[in-house]
């Protein structure tokens, strides 16, 4: 399965920052590396993580890592199991 590529940037969030999503890519690295997840299923979450981003025009700063959680959820569960 081929990888759509989105047109990610960051200029129109207010809080979302290209460090911080370095930040929030680098915590779901470690979560992956903790529990042992599949390298596919680190893509994949960053490739959701990107994909709303790409789709919302704002989003909190607390709200995040609760997105974070969510896609290594959702990319979990298609590629884990």
């Given at each position: 399965m081929k990888a759509k590529l989105f047109n990610f940037t960051l200029f129109h969030h207010l809080e979302v920052k290209d460090w911080k999503r370095s930040i929030l890519i680098d915590w779901c690295m470690e979560v992956c590396s903790e529990f042992l997840?599949?390298?596919?299923?680190?893509?994949?979450?960053?490739?959701i993580i990107d994909m709303y981003l790409s789709q919302t025009l704002s989003i909190?700063?607390?709200?995040?890592q609760l997105l974070a959680v969510t896609s290594l959820y959702m990319a979990s569960k298609y590629e884990e199991i």
């Open positions: 997840l599949q390298r596919r299923t680190f893509h994949l979450s960053v490739n909190k700063e607390g709200d995040l």
